[in-house]
């Protein structure tokens, strides 16, 4: 139960994206055609899951017992480029297919600020490695959801006529508003 | 002159949240506040000036192939330095900035600046050049504070200025930063294209 209420939280309540601002680049970059927000978002749960199981092993096996919390930040980047990197050749092996739909993005993930906060966010809640590991696949769940909600909405905004200073970006974050406030009614269910 | 528009050009004319559209994750989650903002802005600065200036600085010894890991490494050490710094003598702001002062460390326009300027400059230009970024940076943030507090709480920097229950909180809230901003940036646009 308590794992269920964790991820209706992370997914609807405390959406990544439209509650606490994290990857906010993606969500405006690749929002543009339903596909790629698709692509990207598969991407971002699949390595959001391992970087979070990696950075925690990390911190608990290896920066706790030296003393070396204040490395948290430089190594965790490093750990995550790195694994990204790794998981791109793997994929390339393993699973042609999957690479090809994810190809372009794995690259860019490595500096998606969603990936790090989540690593920095289980440690800072002191959740176990379970718990951490279902925060971390709701909460990369939520940024594809509202990625594709997002995606969708766009596609559809393309075809209506819209004020020449409102065009591209700032009608996107006008959008994005209100879909946050859409999001902001699920506060309380949890 | 050509020095003083190395400076400017940051701050109006490739000014990073208002043109280039970059390091949006920190502007819409730290501006609950003008204070917030102006402190997100200055942090980042910070990073930005240093940041620039090592990279200009070890440009000549770093091979080709590891440069993008070297630069990551360099920005991350230094938003780690913030984050010591400000956890040790501002303890309320680091409390309300949170997360997004590590998070400095994947910031695009740290990183964007680092790549596309002071990788090809020298010290000097490099420091005027992160310096100017930076308080284009803090400029964009410090208005969107400003602009999210007065509507929502009735204050700037916590001055009041009319009666609180008169703002819409919904400015405060996470809908009216991408709201806020979305109308600053088409202004912005407006007045480039005029």
């Known amino acids: 139960m308590e794992y269920i209420l964790m991820f209706i939280a992370a997914v609807f309540v405390n959406n990544v994206v439209l509650a606490q601002f994290l990857g906010i680049c993606p969500f405006l970059g690749v929002s543009k055609k339903m596909d790629t927000a698709v692509g990207m978002g598969l991407a971002v749960v699949f390595v959001l899951t391992v970087a979070t199981v990696f950075t ?48 372009v ?41 509202a990625l594709v909600i997002f995606a969708g909405i766009r596609e559809q905004l393309e075809m209506t006529r819209i004020p020449n200073g409102m065009k591209g970006i700032p009608i996107a974050l006008i959008t994005a508003g209100l879909l946050a406030m859409a999001f902001m009614g699920f506060s309380g269910i949890v | 002159m050509n020095k003083l528009k190395v400076l400017t050009n940051g701050i109006i004319k490739e000014n990073p949240i208002f043109v280039l559209l970059l390091g949006m994750c920190p502007t819409l989650g730290t501006t609950t ?16 000036v240093c940041s620039n200036a090592v990279i200009s600085l070890v440009k000549g010894y770093i091979p080709d192939q590891v440069r993008i890991p070297a630069l990551i490494i360099i920005i991350a050490s ?43 400059n020298k010290l000097l230009p490099s420091i005027l050049d992160g310096l100017g970024t930076g308080l284009g940076f803090t ?6 504070g400003i602009v999210r507090e007065f509507l ?3 204050r700037t920097f916590n001055f009041p200025l009319y009666a609180e229950d008169l703002g819409s909180l919904i400015f405060v809230l996470a809908p009216g930063a991408f709201i806020a901003l979305g109308y600053m940036i088409a202004i912005v646009n407006r007045f480039q294209k005029a």
């Not at chain 1, 092993?57 to 920066?63: A, D, V």
């Open chain 1, 56 to 103: 925690y092993l990390m911190q608990k096996f290896l920066l706790d017992p030296l003393g070396l919390g204040f490395m948290q930040t430089v190594s965790y980047i490093l750990v995550i480029a790195a694994l990204v990197q790794l998981v791109e050749i793997i994929l390339k092996k393993a699973s042609p297919a999957l690479h090809q739909a994810l190809g």
């Open chain 1, 105 to 145: 993005f794995l690259p860019l993930i490595s500096t998606n600020c969603c990936i790090l906060g989540v690593a920095i966010l289980v440690i800072q809640k002191e959740f176990n490695l379970l718990q951490s590991i279902v925060y971390a696949v709701s909460t990369a769940i939520g940024f594809a959801l």
């Open chain 2, 33 to 48: 506040s003008a204070e917030n903002g102006l402190g997100m802005g200055l942090a980042t600065a910070f990073v930005l």
């Open chain 2, 78 to 120: 230094l938003a780690t330095v913030v984050q010591l710094f400000m956890n040790a003598f501002l303890p309320g702001l680091y409390a309300s900035l949170g997360l997004f002062i590590p998070l400095i460390a994947v910031n695009c326009i740290v990183m964007a600046r680092g790549e596309s300027f002071a990788a090809k």
């Open chain 2, 139 to 144: 400029l964009a943030l410090t208005s969107l």
């Open chain 2, 152 to 154: 929502g709480t009735g």
